[in-house]
């Protein structure tokens, strides 16, 4: 039996791919992206204690095991996760893929899939493989939203049982994605490679803002990569600051006028299939 940390789960979801789904948040991250939404995703709990005192509904406290949550006094205040240092969230389970698919089964009359996301979920290829087993069987598709960063050609049978991948690719240039995220985009674009040759790629998705992503290099990179694959759709994603903690906390949104101009760009590269969010 697989576990995982689960962060969240939205019991139904029409933001995190098609129709509505539940969507399931892991924890944890193998890259830290500069415009990061949830930086309280990135990390596992370290146990340092430093939000125990700060709660204050007495929800927290030191054990043996590490720190321990009641989720029943938990008034969700988020206070233990703005004074964590460590981009980790103390309100994380860890759970088997039997009990996250007993959660979405009550979900099921009004979902039409399920979306497992992050942090990065590609981080639990086995808990993923058997949770989409066990939604398969009763007619839920799997979508997984990645950043790509781990290497799927590794894990067939993950890919055997998922219906698609949201995958993010954060820019074209390597050394622009390295001062994004901290890694390096060479499994991305493998990734890239291989889920558009096996028809699993969902959507592809690029957060834009000028002078710090290189999303014009990115659009034209994947246009030539996957000539006569294009049949996903792309998704520009304007930068926003909210929750975005670090050198790009202030930074504002991309203008309207500027993601048009993408959009534009994207069709004469050769995608039908735009959206702008
Ligand atoms: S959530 Fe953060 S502050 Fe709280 S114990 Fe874990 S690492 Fe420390
Ligand atoms: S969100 Fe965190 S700080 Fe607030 S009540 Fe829950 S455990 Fe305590
Ligand atoms: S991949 Fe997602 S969760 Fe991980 S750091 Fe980037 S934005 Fe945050």
């Known amino acids: ?59 927290l406290s030191m054990t043996e095991k590490g720190i321990r949550w009641e989720e ?18 103390p309100k994380v389970k860890e759970m088997s893929a039997e009990a996250v698919f007993r959660e979405i089964e009550r979900n099921r009359p009004f979902i039409r899939g399920i979306t497992v996301s992050g942090g990065e979920c590609s981080l639990y290829p086995e808990f993923l493989t058997e949770l989409f087993g066990l939604a398969r069987e009763t007619g839920l598709t799997c979508l997984m ?25 954060k820019s074209w240039n390597p050394d622009v994605y390295r001062k994004l995220t901290g ?51 792309l998704k520009l994603i304007a930068f926003r600051p909210y929750g975005v903690k670090g050198w790009m906390q202030n930074m504002e949104p991309p203008s309207q006028e500027y993601m048009e101009e993408l959009a534009a760009l994207a069709r004469t590269c050769g995608f039908c299939d735009i959206i702008i969010t």
């Open 145 to 169: 939203d990645s950043n790509g960063m781990v290497d799927l050609s590794e894990y067939p049978e993950l890919l055997n049982v998922c219906d698609g991948v949201m995958l993010d690719v």
């Open 72 to 89: 029943e006094l938990c008034t969700g205040c988020d206070t233990c996760i703005h004074v964590c240092p460590h981009r980790a969230s």
């Open 183 to 233: 890694g390096d985009n060479q499994v991305v674009l493998q990734n890239l490679d291989l889920l558009a040759e096996k028809g699993l790629l969902a959507e592809v998705r690029i957060v834009c803002k000028p002078d710090v992503v290189d999303a014009e290099s990115a659009i034209q990179g994947i246009a030539e990569r996957l000539r006569g694959k294009l049949d996903f759709r």
């Open 1 to 59: 039996m697989k576990t995982a940390p689960v962060n969240r789960i939205i019991p139904m979801s029409v933001v995190d791919g098609p129709g509505s789904r539940t969507a399931v948040f892991l924890q944890g991250c193998n890259i830290a992206c500069a415009y990061c939404h949830n930086p309280e995703t990135q990390k596992l709990c370290c146990g340092c204690g430093l939000c125990v005192a700060e709660c204050p509904a007495g929800a």
